[in-house]
């Protein structure tokens, strides 16, 4: 897990949030092996910008990865910074299963939290929810 964390941290260092000065990192450990990391990045105007956890997501999938096994946040300071309702539905999307475990971090790595989407997302609608319909 502490590569996880190193990438999440380094990416939040990359971020880009000029605005809210709340800078994020996320990392993905997908289910072969690799890591997928993501920051978020903040436009002028509002709506427009990215979650760290969605462009963790994004470079996942861009690579051919399709299964996340570990999700790992790193926020500013020591309140918890948990994903958005959004990127909650986007990590439940590609979980392998439903106790993924997703590990909050500060910003220099020490653990705050450690979950699963379906603590984070409970009674969650996935990709099983549309078969046979």
Not at 1 to 19: C, D, F, H, N, W
Not at 32 to 56: M, Q, R, S
């Amino acid at each position: 897990m502490k590569t996880l964390i190193e990438a999440a941290v380094a990416a939040r260092g990359q971020s880009y949030s000029p605005y809210s000065g709340y800078a994020v990192g996320a990392s993905v450990l997908a289910d072969d092996g690799t890591i997928y990391a993501g920051c978020n990045v903040e436009n002028a105007a509002y709506p427009l910008g990215f979650c760290a956890e969605a462009n963790a997501i994004g470079n996942m999938i861009a690579a051919g990865g399709r299964q996340i096994v570990h999700v790992v946040v790193t926020g500013p300071g020591t309140n918890i910074c948990t994903p958005c309702g959004g990127c909650r539905q986007q990590i439940r999307e590609f979980a392998s299963s439903l106790d993924t475990p997703v590990t909050i971090c500060d910003a220099d790595g020490a653990v705050l939290l450690e979950t699963d989407i379906s603590t984070l997302l409970p009674n969650s609608f996935g990709p099983e929810n549309l078969k046979n319909t």
